[in-house]
């Protein structure tokens, strides 16, 4: 059954905002935060690599990281709006036959989905009510990066999360946004592997990067080349 926050995804994240993010990025590219994770995402080495790409968008973050040099990718998002906006992108940019769309909750859809060298989730956990579910699910599917934005836990990002979600309240949407501290997420992904490797501030969001050390749910590190 698609949850509430899903629901609520599907009301907001519409063709008529989607058409907006696409105008916007056509004529800026790519939003500041996704930029940073394009280049330190591109400065490891994508020859090749898998892309798991979850909360997609409009599909900028996964078309830079293909164009940087990956091979495929695979887009997850709960609106299909966003998925129709990105599908219409990859077509333009030449590289459709390269990604896979799924349409839904990912939470959902994890255990249908494989595993990729590298699981971005940009402004996406702010999006989701359950973050431990979200964020486990999600760091198990990463062989070697996840990266992803997401709003600075500080009072400011707070506040403004309060106001939003008291206009869509009167606006009777579902969608809530949410923030969830770095403390609590670092906790679930160190727990499944990954230690931070990257972190930068950008106004109201934080942009981080954390590679595979040990395999999910085990204590002992990865295996050294011989």
């Given at each position: ?62 078309q830079a990281l293909l164009a940087a ?158």
């Amino acid at each position: 059954m698609e949850s509430l926050q899903c629901c609520g995804i599907e009301q907001v994240f519409d063709d008529n905002l989607a058409a907006t993010e696409v105008k916007r990025h056509r004529m800026r590219g790519p939003r500041k935060t996704t930029q940073v994770l394009i280049d330190y995402l591109a400065a490891q080495g994508l020859a090749g690599a898998t892309v798991l790409d979850v909360g997609g968008g409009v599909g900028a973050l996964h078309q830079a990281l293909l164009a940087a040099g990956a091979g495929r990718a695979t887009d997850v998002d709960a609106s299909a709006a966003y998925l129709r906006a990105a599908k219409s992108e990859a077509l333009r940019k030449g590289v459709l036959e390269r990604i896979s769309f799924l349409h839904g909750d990912f939470v959902a859809l994890a255990p249908t989905i494989d595993a990729a060298d590298i699981v971005t989730l940009d402004r996406v956990i702010c999006c989701y009510d359950d973050a431990e579910s979200l964020v486990a699910l999600s760091a198990a599917r990463a062989r070697r990066y996840y990266a992803l934005v997401y709003p600075w836990d500080s009072p400011l990002a707070r506040a403004f999360s309060v106001l939003l979600n008291g206009m869509r309240r009167l606006q009777r949407t579902f969608y809530r946004s949410y923030i969830h501290p770095r403390a609590r997420v670092e906790d679930i992904l160190r727990a499944n592997g990954l230690e931070r490797q990257f972190l930068r501030r950008a106004g109201l969001w934080q942009v981080a990067v954390y590679a595979r050390v040990r395999p999910p749910g085990s204590s002992s590190p990865l295996s050294s080349p011989a």
